[in-house]
C-alpha cells in the first residue's frame, strides 16, 4: 500500500513529516507527498559472500515488508541459519562492498589470485591482500602459489582467496621509493636518478636482518626486507 508523508500543516494536522498510509483533510495532494519506497537492488536468489573472506555462502531469499530474509547452508562451525536485515542495509553492503556477490568460480594453475583470509601457521606470514600465481598440482584444500612479493612459494588454502581483479594485480606489481616507480634498465634497478645493482640490493637487505638490525630510509620511503624482495624479484 502507498505511504504518504505530510509536507505542509493544516488544523489539527499530524506533526510536519509525519507518514501515512492514510492522508487526512482537503486537497490532500497540497498537505501530502507521496513517499517513494526503496527497492531490493538485486533479484530474490542472489547468493554472495562477506568481504573478510570466502567461506559461508548466503542467500537472499525473500522480503518480509521493510526486512529481507538472509539463510546459510554451513557457517564457519558447519551450522545452517537464517536471518533478516533491513532492505536499506541489504542495499548498502552490497553498495559499499560489505556483501559481494557470488560466483562459483574454478581455480586452476596460472590463475592470479589475492588473499582475503589470514591464517596462523601453514604459510601464512602471508598477508591479506597478497597476490600470488596458482602452480600445478595441489593438496586437497590447499593451492601451490607463488608469491608475487618474494617469489616464493607458499600453500594458501582454496576458501581463503578469490581471483584478483586487473586493477589489483597491476597495484600489486607497482614498486615505488620516494614516489619513484621502479623501472629495470640494463641490468640496474632504477627509482628516478638512483639506480641499484643486485647485489647492492642483497647488501642491503642483509644490513636489516640480525645480528645487526639497521634502519634504512630513502627520502620518505622506509626500506624493509619485504620491499628489496620485490626489487630483487625483478632481476
Not at 1 to 16: C, G, Q, V, W
Not at 94 to 109: D, M, P, Q, R
Not at 149 to 168: C, H, M, P, Q
Amino acid at each position: 500500500m502507498a505511504k504518504y508523508k505530510l509536507i505542509k500543516e493544516f488544523p489539527n494536522s499530524p506533526d510536519l513529516g509525519t507518514i501515512t498510509e492514510f492522508p487526512l483533510g482537503n486537497s490532500w495532494d497540497e498537505y501530502w507527498e507521496l513517499v517513494k519506497e526503496e527497492e531490493l537492488n538485486i533479484p530474490l536468489g542472489t547468493k554472495f559472500q562477506t568481504n573478510k573472506g570466502i567461506g559461508t555462502i548466503y542467500t537472499v531469499s525473500e522480503i518480509l515488508r521493510n526486512r529481507i530474509g538472509i539463510t546459510w547452508e554451513k557457517d564457519s562451525r558447519g551450522k545452517s541459519g537464517q536471518t533478516t536485515y533491513t532492505l536499506k542495509d541489504v542495499n548498502e553492503y552490497f553498495k559499499n562492498g560489505t556483501s559481494i556477490e557470488y560466483k562459483e568460480l574454478v581455480l586452476k594453475a596460472g590463475d592470479i589470485v589475492i588473499l582475503v583470509k589470514h591464517r596462523t601457521g601453514s604459510s601464512y606470514e602471508s598477508k591479506i591482500g597478497e597476490i600470488g600465481t596458482i602452480k600445478a598440482g595441489h593438496y586437497k584444500d590447499l593451492l601451490r602459489i607463488n608469491r608475487h612479493i618474494n617469489n616464493k612459494s607458499g600453500n594458501w588454502y582454496v576458501e581463503d582467496v578469490r581471483l584478483a581483479t586487473k586493477e589489483e594485480i597491476i597495484k600489486s606489481q607497482e614498486v615505488k621509493i620516494n614516489g619513484y616507480i621502479l623501472e629495470m634498465n640494463n641490468g640496474l634497478a632504477e627509482f628516478g636518478c638512483q639506480s641499484f645493482t643486485k647485489s647492492e640490493l642483497q647488501a642491503y637487505k642483509k644490513l636489516l636482518r640480525d645480528p645487526i638490525n639497521a634502519k634504512l630510509n630513502i627520502g620518505s620511503t622506509i626500506i624493509n626486507t619485504e620491499l628489496l624482495d620485490k626489487i630483487i624479484a625483478r632481476f
